[in-house]
């Protein structure tokens, strides 16, 4: 991530899925945790694989410090199959697999309502 001069508040990254298209699968791990650990919200375009997602929480258990790094808070929009995907790409045979991702501190970031359209979360600053 480019260096952001720090000022007070949540640094949101917004990383787009062709950024994240170009890593390999550990890389991806290594992107996301690193912002994280930094205090920073990361919020994922595409989302990662089931595999992927475990494998970021494997890594994340096996980091954890007590006087460091919490852990993280991990929400994931599905948006594929069914009514999720447009009429037209489903008539196109183009049910995407894409879903939005919001990762965070495990300490900042709670999450106060989730449903199909919709994540609600409350981000502190300590």
Wanted: cysteine-free; charged content about 30%.
């Amino acid at each position: 991530m480019a260096e952001v001069k720090q000022r007070d508040g949540v640094q949101i990254d917004l990383i787009s899925g062709e950024r994240m298209d170009g890593l390999a699968s550990m890389e991806k791990i290594r992107v996301i945790l690193d912002g994280v650990r930094e205090g920073n919200i990361v919020i994922l375009e595409e989302g990662l694989s089931p595999d992927e997602e475990s494998k970021l929480i494997e890594v994340t258990m096996s980091e954890i410090s007590p006087d460091e790094f919490n852990g993280i808070e991990i929400e994931t929009y599905p948006q594929s199959g069914g009514s999720d995907s447009g009429l037209f790409n489903r008539l196109m045979g183009k049910n995407s697999p894409k879903k939005l991702t919001v990762i965070g501190p495990a300490n900042r970031i709670e999450t106060l309502h989730k449903d199909e359209t919709l994540i609600q979360t409350l981000v502190s600053r300590t």
